[in-house]
């Protein structure tokens, strides 16, 4: 269906719609969210109970051509129409939603000044992969990125996310969506070198559904 829970393809959107732009070029659309395929699930209470969340961004930031590049388009749609011609086109990969037990990074700031000690830190590390991988089989291990709604940002570099609170629940910028290379069996979709793309709000913009008010960062390999 259009309108599934999904990465990449085509949008659909209420009618009086405009793609975004950024000066002459359209954005990329990465994906949509359908807010009821969330019924259940421990974080719907924090998103609007019906609706897509879609979401945009510059093209040339996506895939690292520059890396000043970060304006995004992130909507609500209550409504939506068929599929609008897009200016490119991300492949189709349909999404599972699943709870998950999330931990902050091992270089995060906030596990960074608890642990020092490099054994600890190792130790950490295999306590966050088999948490993770808890249920997944052993088969579909590799088609499951690090994409997720809300929680704590899986990071690409040593570092973490610039515009990052002190994480999920304090008056920061939390994580919304972490959207990553994904694959759909067929083909598969890469963020210029290995990246992750990081869509934040505050908590009192989420409670108001106030999606135009979303950061953006991004990290890549």
């Not at 990465?30 to 998103?47: E, F, Q, V, W």
């Not at 068929?82 to 037990?101: N, T």
Request: aromatic share 12%; net charge negative.
């Amino acid at each position: 269906l259009a309108s599934a829970s999904r990465f990449g393809g085509m949008p659909i959107a209420p009618i009086d719609w405009s793609w975004p732009m950024v000066d002459s070029e359209p954005m990329l659309f990465l994906g949509h969210i359908n807010c009821a395929d969330l019924a259940g699930l421990p974080i719907a209470a924090k998103l609007p109970p019906f609706g897509l969340l879609a979401f945009f961004a510059d093209y040339d930031g996506v895939m690292a051509c520059n890396f000043f590049a970060r304006d995004i388009a992130v909507f609500h749609w209550p409504d939506a129409t068929p599929p609008i011609e897009p200016a490119c086109v991300l492949p189709v990969c349909a999404l599972a939603f699943r709870p998950l037990i999330d931990l902050p990074d091992p270089y995060s700031r906030v596990v960074q000044a608890i642990l020092s000690d490099s054994e600890q830190v190792s130790r950490y590390v295999k306590i966050i992969e088999t948490v993770r991988s808890y249920g997944i089989a052993g088969d579909l291990a590799d088609y499951c990125a690090f994409s997720k709604l809300l929680g704590w940002p899986a990071l690409v570099q040593q570092h973490d996310v610039d515009e990052f609170g002190d994480g999920p629940g304090v008056d920061g910028l939390n994580l919304l969506l972490q959207f990553d290379d994904y694959c759909n069996g067929e083909q598969t979709s890469e963020l210029g070198p290995g990246g992750s793309l990081y869509f934040l709000m505050r908590d009192k913009d989420l409670a108001t559904r106030r999606f135009n008010r979303c950061e953006f960062d991004r990290q890549f390999t």
